[in-house]
């Protein structure tokens, strides 16, 4: 298969079966799920010995575990004697992991520490030999757990780069960083895993139209004339508004992604001002103006900033994703606080959000859209403001309006090269 | 509700009388009737404006070894992470959230509904656990076909607890806790009114 014709070289066009082809998926599983930074927990999930969460790398199970060293180890879900998962939960703390069929025990780094059945043999086998398989590489950025089944991978930093401009603009507004509130949402969508990313790496111009009976005209027009889209790197993306200067106060903490905050009362819309009101301090002048909308990091990460949650889209097969999206709060907050954002994101967003089903209804339709017969020679047009993109000396890479699809372009030339990799 | 509630084997006959119970069960059937009408503004007229309508996230958590041979150790509720966990439920809404359904279903852009899905729901096992004042906690389970033009047929099922309070126009909902008997959800939306 020549890549070539599946994304031509500026990436306008891309043929449907980049979305629904088997063969172009295992090449994704090879030179994407098994070679780029993917993302795995945040450390406030497992904050003491013992803590250990559930995650996928593509469609490999991952136990990602915090040892009585206080590392955090990320081993793949699966016994080195038959293959079964060693962990059924979640998440929880323990000190071990138990494979039901012989009883092979793991301590919480992966070391093999028991064969029940040894002892009725002679031989010993070599136990450090047949710990879980370590995920080789983890890394963690503002304790955000990242994993690569490439040992060679640069690292987490480089490979985020000017990402972390964007991401900080949150991250760092907040005096003790952002926690992840328990454990994800997670559910099986009828779709290819790349359109709930693109969705969130810069499309947020299906808003006024897919949303339309959600969000009202006077937020989409914030986001026509005040919305920037950036490509800090190819593959990564970021969209915000970015609020005058002498916007009143509520209007950058909140707007009406914010609707859990105007019910929320006085307290939490206090917090939000305080926050507001340190935002020049801690993140500067520009970065204080921003108004998060989405955000992506290559491949399969999200940041919802809106709705506070990031979201991973795992892929299972070129026609089914499990999606998991998890709440996001300031970790300073008051308890309470960090319910209502919660309720903010569970109430849009999620198996059981007002604007998600409609996402979710976008997706499953798109697929089948790239499985059907004659129309090889319609590939999906990915051309609009086609170098309309532009540097800008205020803020990290390239910066045009939200309607340029530029953010997909640079994904999708990413996802070329890296499928020709794959290939050899 | 609690756990030791659920586990009350017995109702009281001075409080859940024959008729009592006639009552709570034609509310339901006429809850269910309104859905399955997609009379969704009439439905709401059925909530309390102090609801509190929640869907808990359902896990699978650790076996509790020190559990072991109790019911308790396999008790539904260790599954749940509800509103007042540190979990994501997936569904925790007040009265404007609900309102904000119910518009968005008389839209016609409102895509994943358009054209509008067909459901048939099943209401039985209604229980009243107790009546307090004008309180009453009663469960029920559902069944609901769901069928979306151009999907496949999905069916739903779950259990409701709810808190109903009676006032002169009949009951309304105050409190619903959904409990979806889903471990992998594939359904399309659990954005829908259970």
Known sequence: ?424 | MSDEKMQSDCYDPAKVTPALQLDVEQFYYREARLLDNRQYQSWLALCSESIHYVMPARTNPLVDNSERGNESMISIERELEGADSTGTPIRNETYPYLMLRVERSFKPNAWAENPPARTRRIVGNIEILDVQNDRLSVTSAFHLHYSRPGSENFLYAGQRRDVLLRGEDGYKILDRVIIMDVAEIVLPTLGLFL
């Open chain 1, 1 to 424: 298969m020549n890549i070539a014709d599946v994304v031509n070289d500026d990436a306008t066009l891309i043929s449907r079966r980049a979305w629904s082809d088997p063969e172009i998926y295992e090449l994704e599983k090879r030179g994407i799920f098994g070679k780029a930074w993917l993302f795995l927990a945040h450390e406030s999930q497992i904050r003491e010995s013992g803590d250990f969460v559930q995650a996928y790398m593509g469609e490999t199970p991952i136990i990602v575990s915090r040892g009585p060293d206080g590392a955090v180890y990320a081993n793949i879900n699966s016994c080195s004697h038959r293959g079964l998962p060693v962990c059924r939960s979640d998440h929880g703390n323990t000190t071990k992991f138990v494979c039901p069929y012989h009883n092979w025990n793991y301590d919480v780094t992966g070391k093999l520490v028991a064969i029940p059945q040894e002892r009725h043999v002679k031989g010993r086998p070599d136990k450090s030999k047949l710990g879980l398989k370590a995920v080789p590489r983890v890394e963690s950025w503002n304790g955000m757990i990242f994993g690569s089944f490439d040992p060679e991978i640069e690292s987490l930093d480089d490979y985020l780069g000017d990402m972390r401009f964007y991401l900080d603009a949150f991250f760092a507004r907040f005096p003790q960083g952002i926690e992840f509130y328990g454990a994800p949402q997670r559910w099986k969508i009828n779709a290819n895993w790349k359109l709930p990313v693109e969705n969130q790496l810069g499309d947020v111009n299906h808003g006024p139209f897919l949303h339309a009976a959600v969000i009202p005209p006077e937020a989409n027009a914030e986001v026509f004339e005040l919305g920037l889209s950036v490509v800090p790197k190819p593959g990564h993306g970021a969209t915000f508004r970015l609020m005058p200067e002498d916007a009143p106060v509520e209007s950058v903490a909140w707007g009406f992604e914010g609707l859990a905050t105007l019910l929320g009362g006085a307290e939490v819309q206090d917090y939000l001002r305080e926050i507001q009101a340190q935002a020049k301090e801690r993140v500067g002048p520009l970065r204080s103006r921003m108004k998060g909308l989405t955000y992506g990091v290559y491949p399969n990460l999200s940041f919802l900033w809106s709705n506070t949650a990031f979201k991973v889209s795992h892929p299972r097969g070129p026609g089914q994703v499990e999606y998991w999206s998890w709440s996001v709060v300031p970790a300073d907050a008051p308890d309470d606080f960090k319910k209502i954002m919660r309720g903010n994101h569970t109430a849009f967003f999620g198996p059981g959000g007002i604007l998600e089903q409609e996402d979710s209804e976008a997706w499953v339709q798109q697929f089948q859209g790239s499985k059907i017969d004659y129309a090889e020679d319609r590939p999906y047009f990915y051309g609009l403001g086609l170098g309309e993109e532009q540097e800008r000396s205020d803020m990290p890479g390239l910066v045009s309006v939200t309607a340029n699809e530029f953010y997909a372009r640079h994904f999708f030339r990413r996802w070329r090269s890296a499928l020709e990799a794959a290939q050899g």
